[in-house]
C-alpha cells in the first residue's frame, strides 16, 4: 500500500528542488542553501562522503565547481512520494579545474543521477545521491581516482 501524496505539497517541493538545481547551476550557493530546513545536509552514496552543514556544503560546492565550473543538469523527471521527491537527471560537466589535487583534463561527462530529496513540510531535509563515479572518472580520464587507498 502506497502513502498518498498531497498534490499541492508535492508541487511546492518540486518547485523547491528546481530551484536548488537551478542556484547550483549559476552557482548562486547561497540561495541553494536557502532551500534547506536551516541545515544542509549532503549524503554521497558512491562515495560514501556526507557534507552536513553550511560550511561542509559550501566546501562540497567548491570543489566541485572548481573541478566542473560548467556543471549542469538535463532531462530532470521527478517522482513524488509521501516524504520525499525522487528526482532522475543526467549530470554534465567538464574537467576544467583541480580535481582532489590533479590537473585538469578538459574532458567532459555524461552520468544518469537519481537524487532523493527529503522534507520537513516544503523545506529540504536531506538530499541523497546516487550515481556511477566510475563512469564519470573514466569519461575524465581519471582512472587512478577508480583505486582507493585502503
Known amino acids: 500500500m502506497g502513502l498518498s ?3 499541492d505539497l508535492a508541487a511546492r517541493r518540486i518547485a523547491v528542488i528546481q530551484e536548488h538545481m537551478d542556484t547550483e547551476v549559476t552557482q548562486e550557493f547561497e ?12 549524503e554521497i552514496v558512491p562515495t560514501g562522503q556526507t557534507f552536513d552543514g ?20 538535463e532531462n530532470a523527471r521527478f517522482h513524488a512520494a509521501a516524504d520525499s521527491v525522487i528526482v532522475e ?6 574537467n576544467l579545474g583541480e580535481f ?3 590537473p585538469p583534463t578538459g574532458k567532459a561527462f555524461r552520468v544518469p543521477v537519481i537524487a532523493v530529496f527529503f522534507f520537513t513540510d ?29
Open 89 to 94: 537527471f543526467d549530470l554534465l560537466g567538464t
Open 54 to 73: 553550511a560550511e561542509q556544503v559550501m566546501a562540497y560546492y567548491t570543489l566541485t565547481r572548481t573541478a566542473f565550473p560548467d556543471q549542469r543538469h
Open 31 to 42: 540561495l541553494t542553501l536557502a532551500t534547506f530546513d536551516g541545515h544542509p545536509l549532503y
Open 5 to 7: 501524496v498531497d498534490a
Open 122 to 150: 516544503d523545506r529540504i531535509t536531506l538530499e541523497r545521491v546516487y550515481f556511477d563515479t566510475a563512469s564519470l572518472l573514466l569519461q575524465i580520464g581519471r582512472p587512478e581516482l577508480l583505486t582507493a587507498p585502503r
Open 100 to 102: 582532489y589535487g590533479l
